[in-house]
């Protein structure tokens, strides 16, 4: 017999064996069968797991590395948020809306992966980018309400924050939608670790961009209305 033939010939010889067998018997034996499949699982699983916890700590302690970058851009602003307050107490809202505006983006893209087989990315991008704008004016609308009232009324603190806002919203959602496309696609990584990614990057963005529009508004655009005048 050749050996191609070997394993139909094993199958049909336990199949006899177990025609023999009473109906107590066959549950008995069946119990036994997943008593020890659940054994060779359980085996499997320890090292699948120290793999996926070795994994997950890196990818977060390189996370932690990274994310102190803030700290470095917010030295290189010491001057604009010593004179003007309103960027520290309007910072983890900002910072905050483009983590939650990504991750909702990340979670709509990988349930998309895992669901569908085939899509256009070119088509989800496009819709993601008007749905960016559109919800990123909506939102910054809001904030720029709730400045406004906090700050009694002053207009250039709330056009401020209202235009940081619109740019970490909008940004925050195109890398929501990229990131996990390029981590399952190109880079061949579970899509899961966009979450954790998106946020430690526009943790660093958002600080990047609320720091650049303030210096831009309140500082170089006051200079150039106290030059004027």
Known sequence: MSKR?????????????????????????????RHRLDDINEKEKVPQEESNIFSRVCLLSLLLILQSASSFILQSFSELISRHILITMYLTMLVGAGGNAGNQAAVL????????????????????????????????????????????????????IGIALFCIITSSILLGTVLPII?????HVDAAHAGPIIQVIMDILGVCITCVVGQTFLVNLSHAKHKEL
Do not use: M, Y
Not at 111 to 121: E, G, K, Q, V, W
Not at 183 to 187: A, T
């Open 183 to 187: 981590l399952q696609c190109v880079i």
């Open 109 to 160: 893209v990988i349930r998309r992966l895992a669901t569908s087989n085939s899509f256009s990315i070119r088509s989800l991008i496009i819709r993601e980018t008007f749905s960016a704008i559109i919800i990123g004016t909506i939102v910054t609308l809001i904030g720029f309400l709730r400045v406004l009232l906090e700050e009694h009324g002053a207009i250039l603190p709330s056009l401020t």
């Open 5 to 33: 033939h070997q394993p139909l010939k094993i199958i049909e010889t336990f199949d006899e064996q177990l025609s023999l067998l009473s109906s107590d018997e066959l549950k008995t034996f069946a119990a036994h069968v």
